[in-house]
């Protein structure tokens, strides 16, 4: 059974040629916030009878004109709400494929509040679990779990952190949005909270089956899989953690090289395991250019 729905957050959706899934996502939404704001990144190919829907359910439905990255369309649904409700506290962040259990806004608060009542300045809060995998605790105080970087999707965020820490880096287009937040955060003091129950179910990106040329890997009688991206994503992902690694790494220099360690990792596994390396290590090569020269927004050939 869930709890009552929060008067004081409301949940923000970035969205891209969504799939019907978006209006049950959004259900669970409702159920939960004061508000749910459905933010059309400039789709393609939009569904309109997905939007449609979602608006008759009581959604703010706010379109882009064109493909402006996850960071802008976060930035300008968090702006709705917070015009839309002056005494709104704090802000949910969600993928369109991401759902949220019964009870999963009231976990993420309560903990907000048990970390503010134990004198913890509050960045962000983030579910214990996401798609089964664990947050990372860094440590405890007095009970509260204090965490490691969070994925963006089913972060709940105060209104209050927002004042301080400013908006999402729309320079950063897409990938490492959550990441750059999260730095700008704790080099304001503020901390990310786990919130030990809750779990969010997300999607971590497309499963395939591995294989090398033509063999196909197996892990007993079933065939091994490997997680990987849109090849366009891996320009992405490369171009901003070096962009990230040239602004942080004297600051956070352990977060800098973990984080370009376990994605070369990444890379290179994919690379060998899963089709479509040859696209995608161009548009990493592409990405590695881009971030040693500075570059940031969207693709160029965007």
């Given at each position: 059974?869930?709890?009552?729905?929060s008067t004081?957050?409301?949940a923000?959706?970035?969205?891209?040629n969504?799939?019907?899934?978006?209006?049950?996502?959004?259900?669970?939404?409702?159920?939960?916030?004061?508000?749910v704001v459905?933010?059309?990144?400039?789709?393609?190919?939009?569904?309109?009878?997905v939007y449609?829907?979602?608006?008759?359910?009581?959604?703010v439905?706010?379109?882009?004109?064109?493909n402006?990255?996850?960071?802008?369309?976060?930035?300008?649904?968090?702006e709705?709400?917070?015009?839309?409700?002056?005494?709104?506290?704090?802000?949910?962040?969600?993928?369109?494929?991401?759902?949220?259990?019964?009870?999963?806004v009231?976990a993420?608060?309560?903990?907000?509040?048990?970390?503010?009542?134990?004198?913890?300045?509050?960045?962000?809060?983030?579910?214990?679990?996401?798609s089964?995998?664990?947050?990372?605790?860094?440590?405890?105080?007095?009970?509260?779990?204090?965490?490691?970087?969070?994925?963006?999707?089913?972060?709940?965020?105060?209104?209050a952190?927002?004042?301080?820490v400013?908006?999402?880096?729309e320079?950063?287009?897409?990938d490492?949005?959550?990441?750059?937040?999260?730095?700008?955060a704790?080099?304001?003091?503020?901390?990310?909270?786990?919130?030990?129950?809750?779990?969010?179910?997300?999607?971590?990106?497309?499963?395939v089956?591995?294989?090398i040329?033509s063999?196909?890997?197996?892990?007993?009688?079933?065939?091994?899989?490997?997680?990987?991206?849109?090849?366009?994503?891996?320009?992405?992902?490369?171009r901003?953690?070096?962009?990230?690694?040239?602004?942080?790494?004297?600051?956070?220099p352990?977060?800098?090289?973990?984080?370009?360690?376990?994605?070369?990792r990444h890379?290179?596994?994919?690379?060998?395991?899963?089709?479509?390396?040859?696209?995608?290590?161009?548009?990493?090569?592409l990405?590695?250019?881009?971030?040693?020269?500075g570059?940031s927004?969207?693709r160029?050939e965007?």
């Amino acid at each position: 059974m869930g709890r009552a729905k929060s008067t004081v957050t409301a949940a923000v959706v970035s969205t891209f040629n969504p799939q019907a899934n978006l209006i049950r996502n959004c259900l669970a939404l409702l159920e939960q916030c004061s508000e749910v704001v459905v933010v059309d990144d400039g789709s393609t190919s939009p569904d309109e009878a997905v939007y449609a829907q979602l608006g008759a359910l009581g959604c703010v439905v706010l379109r882009l004109e064109s493909n402006m990255g996850i960071a802008a369309a976060l930035n300008k649904g968090v702006e709705v709400a917070r015009l839309r409700n002056a005494a709104l506290e704090f802000v949910l962040t969600m993928d369109q494929d991401s759902l949220v259990p019964p009870g999963f806004v009231h976990a993420l608060e309560h903990a907000a509040a048990a970390a503010a009542a134990a004198g913890l300045s509050v960045g962000m809060v983030s579910p214990g679990k996401v798609s089964g995998l664990p947050s990372r605790p860094l440590t405890t105080h007095k009970g509260v779990v204090i965490g490691d970087e969070p994925v963006q999707s089913g972060l709940l965020i105060p209104v209050a952190s927002l004042d301080k820490v400013g908006q999402f880096n729309e320079k950063l287009f897409i990938d490492g949005v959550d990441s750059e937040f999260y730095l700008r955060a704790k080099a304001n003091k503020l901390l990310c909270i786990i919130a030990p129950g809750p779990e969010l179910v997300h999607s971590l990106g497309a499963m395939v089956p591995a294989r090398i040329g033509s063999w196909h890997l197996r892990r007993g009688r079933k065939p091994l899989m490997v997680r990987t991206a849109a090849p366009w994503r891996y320009y992405f992902i490369v171009r901003n953690r070096v962009l990230l690694a040239r602004r942080f790494a004297l600051q956070e220099p352990y977060w800098s090289m973990r984080g370009l360690v376990l994605d070369l990792r990444h890379l290179l596994l994919v690379s060998v395991l899963a089709p479509g390396r040859r696209e995608r290590l161009s548009y990493a090569r592409l990405g590695l250019r881009d971030g040693l020269l500075g570059r940031s927004g969207p693709r160029p050939e965007q």
